[in-house]
C-alpha cells in the first residue's frame, strides 16, 4: 500500500509539473488581484473570479477574498490546481482598471478569449496609466477650490483653495519619491495646506479660513475607502469591510491631526480667529 501510494504522489507531481501555467485558476487570481488592488468591492472581485472559472468550465473552484488578499483553489479535467496565497496591499482607486476587467469577464463568458489571449488582456489592463500628473495637479486644485464654494466659501475662498489644492498634489507628488507612510503623508498633507490657508487668510485673500481649509483637505478625505467598506458590511464582508472601514477612520484622524495642530497653534502664535 505504501508503494502504490509513493507511485501516486510521483504521477500527481509529473501532472502538476507538466500542467499549463496559464490555467483558469490562475487567470482567475490575476483578474481578482487587480479587482481588489485597484479599490473593487469584495463581492465583486469573488463574482468576477466565479465566473470566470465557470466560463472555461473548471471542474470545481473555490475562493476566498478579504480586502487584502486572496485564497483559491480549483479542479481541472481531474487534476487539483492550487493558486499561491496573494497578499494585496490597499493603493489608490482605478476605476478605468475595474471597468475594463469586468468587461473582460463578460466577453470571457460569451466565449471570446482563450485563456493566454485572457492572460494577454489582463496584463494590458494591468499596465492601463492613471491620468497625467498634469491633469491629476489641475483636478486637485479646481476639485479644492469646488468644493469650497459648494460648503459655503466666497469666491476669494475659492480662489485660496485653488492654490492649496495645487500645493497639495505637488507635495503628493514629492512624497512619491520620498516613500513616507500614509500616516505620516495624510498628517503632513493637511498640515501643510492649513497652513497655507492660515498666511492666505492672514494676508487678506479668503474670508473664511475654516471653508479654506475644509475645500483644500477634501483630496485627502478617503471617501471611496469608506463608502467602499459600507457596502462590504451590506454585502456580509465583515472582515473586509472592518479592514477598509479602520483604513479610512485611521486617515480622517491623522487628517484632524494635522490640521488641527497648526490651527491651534496659529491661534495661539498669531492670534487667528478660528
Same mark, same amino acid.
Given at each position: 500500500m505504501a508503494q502504490e501510494k509513493t507511485? @501516486?504522489?510521483? =504521477?500527481? &507531481?509529473?501532472?502538476? =509539473? !507538466?500542467? !499549463?501555467?496559464? /490555467?483558469?485558476?490562475?487567470? /482567475?487570481?490575476?483578474?481578482? &488581484?487587480?479587482? *481588489?488592488?485597484?479599490?473593487?468591492e469584495i463581492f465583486r472581485v469573488q463574482e468576477t473570479m466565479e465566473r470566470i472559472a465557470k466560463a472555461y468550465r473548471m471542474d470545481s473552484f473555490h475562493v476566498y477574498v478579504i480586502s487584502n488578499g486572496i485564497f483559491a483553489c480549483g479542479t481541472e479535467n481531474g487534476v487539483v490546481h492550487t493558486a499561491e496565497i496573494r497578499a494585496? #496591499?490597499?493603493?489608490?482607486?482605478?476605476?478605468?482598471?475595474?471597468?475594463?476587467?469586468?468587461?473582460? /469577464?463578460? =466577453?470571457?463568458?460569451?466565449? $471570446?478569449?482563450?485563456?493566454?489571449?485572457? %492572460?494577454?488582456? *489582463? &496584463? =494590458?489592463?494591468?499596465?492601463?496609466? %492613471?491620468? #497625467? $500628473?498634469?491633469?491629476?495637479l489641475l483636478a486637485c486644485a479646481v476639485g479644492s477650490a469646488g468644493f469650497c464654494y459648494l460648503l459655503g466659501g466666497t469666491l476669494w475662498d475659492s480662489?485660496? /483653495?485653488? %492654490?492649496t489644492g495645487l500645493l497639495l498634489y505637488l507635495f503628493l507628488l514629492m512624497k512619491g519619491t520620498q516613500k513616507l507612510s500614509k500616516i505620516m503623508t495624510n498628517i503632513l498633507g493637511s498640515g501643510l495646506?492649513?497652513?497655507? #490657508?492660515?498666511?492666505?487668510?492672514? *494676508? +487678506?485673500?479668503?474670508?473664511?479660513?475654516?471653508?479654506?481649509?475644509? +475645500? #483644500?483637505?477634501?483630496? *485627502?478625505?478617503?471617501?471611496?475607502?469608506?463608502?467602499?467598506?459600507?457596502? @462590504?458590511?451590506f454585502n456580509g464582508d465583515y472582515v473586509s469591510g472592518a479592514i477598509r472601514l479602520i483604513?479610512?477612520?485611521?486617515?480622517?484622524?491623522?487628517i484632524a491631526l494635522g490640521v488641527g495642530f497648526v490651527l491651534r497653534t496659529a491661534s495661539a502664535w498669531f492670534g487667528v480667529v478660528l
Open positions: 507511485v @501516486d504522489l510521483r =504521477e500527481q &507531481e509529473e501532472i502538476w =509539473e !507538466n500542467a !499549463n501555467p496559464e /490555467s483558469p485558476l490562475e487567470l /482567475s487570481v490575476l483578474a481578482g &488581484e487587480i479587482l *481588489l488592488y485597484n479599490g473593487a494585496v #496591499s490597499l493603493a489608490p482607486t482605478h476605476l478605468g482598471r475595474i471597468a475594463a476587467v469586468n468587461q473582460l /469577464s463578460r =466577453e470571457i463568458e460569451e466565449g $471570446k478569449y482563450t485563456v493566454p489571449q485572457a %492572460f494577454q488582456r *489582463l &496584463e =494590458e489592463i494591468k499596465a492601463l496609466p %492613471f491620468a #497625467s $500628473k498634469w491633469f491629476r480662489f485660496a /483653495s485653488f %492654490f495646506v492649513t497652513l497655507c #490657508s492660515v498666511l492666505l487668510y492672514m *494676508l +487678506g485673500i479668503g474670508h473664511h479660513i475654516d471653508h479654506m481649509v475644509i +475645500g #483644500s483637505i477634501i483630496p *485627502l478625505v478617503p471617501g471611496v475607502a469608506f463608502t467602499t467598506s459600507i457596502r @462590504d458590511f483604513d479610512a477612520l485611521l486617515i480622517a484622524a491623522c
